[in-house]
């Protein structure tokens, strides 16, 4: 059964940095993983992705500020938020396309205050 457990997320202040980590039970990190966030009254929207290879895709909102990385020793992905606005309150969701089929973990919360 594949599970993933969030973690990280919290309260920061504008300008401010977090580390989300994405732990990875009955399949591995190595798969094609991702973040996606819904914040307050948006739809949910695309952050970033890595792929086999270390491919790695970033969303508009997500360049140049935040990076996508695994470490495969820990089953584990990572995403380090950088230089935060309240733009970017959300649910905070990772995935795994496994087999083919895509699992989401249940999310974490990011708030940022201004």
């Known amino acids: 059964q594949v599970q993933l457990v969030e973690s990280g997320g919290g309260l920061v202040q504008a300008g401010g940095s977090l580390r989300l980590s994405c732990q990875v039970f009955g399949s591995t990190s190595r798969n094609t993983m991702g973040w996606h966030r819904q914040g307050p009254e948006k739809e949910r929207e695309f952050v970033a992705s890595?792929?086999?290879?270390?491919?790695?895709n970033y969303g508009d909102s997500a360049l140049g500020r935040f990076t996508i990385s695994r470490d495969n020793d820990k089953n584990t992905l990572y995403l380090q938020l950088n230089d935060l606005t309240p733009d970017d309150t959300a649910i905070y969701y990772c995935?795994?396309?496994?087999?083919?089929?895509?699992?989401w973990g249940q999310g974490t919360q990011v708030t940022v205050s201004s």
């Open positions: 890595i792929k086999t290879g270390d491919r790695r």
């Open positions: 995935y795994i396309i496994h087999d083919g089929e895509n699992y």
